[in-house]
Structure formats: structure tokens, C-alpha cells
């Protein structure tokens, strides 16, 4: 069974431009969330989508979107980089995601499966 | 406010040396603790779900437990391939019918021939 895939690798970009990441989940997985890492901040949540519905967000900017396919294939776009936003965006996939209780009430073996990651340097 | 902290920030072993990490929250509503192992370069990788106080799970070197405030993950007699990342990560509930995960800083792991 194919992982989760993200592309691009590694990014370069300037202060003001914008970016779209994508990310492929492991077939079958309806469930994306994206995280943000960087060295001072560690692992934080951006969003998740699941059936192409965002139904939970972290404390992002409104300059951090996303969207899901009908595929499940998820893109993330961050409008106006600054130099903040330089960090290692991953994604995760799962078949119920971050909400057991939408599947019966029990997270009976519920984990995420990780990307590699985007590295972002915004310049 | 939902928090989780993990201690000590690096661990340096020597192999062999058995150790453990902590990992502490403060939650409202947990629906479960997970620990992920990350090496540089890659995204974290998936080792155990805890959901109750009591808990326990085993993998080959590595134990995890979970008690109403903290987890532990054990790490009994080290190798080098052990050296990476250990994150932990809280799946709480969120304000409003989703649950929220909240991830922990991390604890750098390096063991020592």
C-alpha cells in the first residue's frame, strides 16, 4: 500500500508570493489534516478536511487555506508569505480522522499516517 | 488552556542504557495519546495509541503507559538505529463537535555505541 505522498519536496520562495502544496493520502483515507513544524514552534495543526469539508482548524491566519478533492487529494495554499511561514508543512492521512465519535463513539485504533513533508524557505 | 509538554528536551544515552521520556498534558476531555517517532528529514512516524489511564503498550524496545496527567515511554537497553525524535500528541476534545490533536515539543533522543 502506497504512503502518503507530498509535493513538492522543497520550496524556495520570496517574501509576498504564493504557494499550493499538495498531498496524496493512502488509498481509502478520507481524512487529511495538515501541521506546520518548525524548530521553535514544534508540530501545530492547520486544518483537517475530510469528505472535501474542512471541519476543524487550528489558530492559523486566513492566509493558510485548503481544500480536498473528491480523490481525497489535498492542497494547502498559503497567500502572502512571510518569513514566518518558512517550515516544514506535513500531512497526515486517515480512514476516520481526527473525530472518532462521528464513527460510533470509540477510537478503537485510530493513528495518523504521515508525509515527508514540504520544506518551505520563503526568502 | 490545552497543553502538552514533553521533558527532557535532548536525552543523550550511551547504548544500552535503559531511560524514559515524559510526556504531560492538560486537557479537557482526552480521547487519546499518541506517540510518534521522528527521524530527520521525514514525517513523524506512528508508534502507539494510548485512551486510558493504566494503559500500556509494547514494541520491541519500547513501552508506553499512561496515566491520568502524563505518559511514559520507556526505552530499554538502546540502540543507535532508537536515535530520533520522540513526539507525543493529545487527541482532545475540541470546542466544537471535533476533537482537536495538540503535539508536544518533542524529545531529541541520541544514543551512543
Known amino acids: 500500500k502506497a504512503g502518503v505522498t507530498q509535493t513538492p519536496r522543497y520550496l524556495i520562495k520570496t517574501r509576498g508570493q504564493q504557494v499550493t502544496l499538495s498531498c496524496s493520502p493512502i488509498?481509502?483515507?478520507?481524512?487529511v489534516s495538515w501541521y506546520q513544524q518548525t524548530p521553535g514552534q514544534g508540530l501545530q495543526f492547520l486544518f483537517e478536511y475530510f469528505s472535501e469539508t474542512q471541519r476543524n482548524k487550528g489558530n492559523f491566519p486566513g492566509r493558510f487555506s485548503g481544500r480536498q478533492f473528491s480523490n481525497s487529494r489535498s492542497e494547502m495554499n498559503v497567500s502572502t508569505l512571510e518569513l514566518g511561514d518558512s517550515a516544514l508543512y506535513l500531512c497526515?492521512?486517515?480512514?476516520?480522522?481526527?473525530?472518532?465519535?462521528?464513527?460510533?463513539?470509540?477510537?478503537?485504533?485510530?493513528?495518523?499516517?504521515f508525509g515527508s513533508g514540504t520544506q518551505l524557505s520563503v526568502l | 488552556e490545552d497543553q502538552v509538554t514533553q521533558s527532557p528536551e535532548a536525552l543523550r544515552l550511551q547504548e544500552g542504557e535503559s531511560s524514559s521520556l515524559n510526556c504531560s498534558y492538560t486537557?479537557?476531555?482526552?480521547?487519546?495519546l499518541f506517540w510518534y517517532r521522528q527521524d530527520p528529514g521525514k514525517g513523524p512516524e506512528f508508534l502507539f495509541t494510548?485512551?486510558?489511564a493504566g494503559e500500556e503498550k509494547e514494541k520491541e524496545r519500547l513501552k508506553a503507559t499512561l496515566t491520568k496527567k502524563e505518559s511514559f515511554l520507556h526505552i530499554t537497553a538502546p540502540k543507535p538505529e532508537d536515535s530520533a525524535t520522540y513526539l507525543c500528541?493529545?487527541?482532545?476534545?475540541?470546542?466544537?463537535?471535533?476533537?482537536?490533536?495538540?503535539f508536544g515539543p518533542g524529545t531529541s533522543l541520541s544514543v551512543i555505541p
Open positions: 486537557v479537557s476531555g482526552l480521547r487519546g
Open positions: 488509498s481509502g483515507h478520507r481524512s
Open positions: 500528541a493529545v487527541l482532545s476534545e475540541g470546542e466544537t463537535s471535533y476533537d482537536k490533536v495538540i
Open positions: 497526515a492521512s486517515s480512514s476516520t480522522g481526527l473525530s472518532p465519535l462521528m464513527v460510533g463513539g470509540t477510537a478503537t485504533n485510530e493513528k495518523l499516517f
Open positions: 494510548l485512551y486510558s
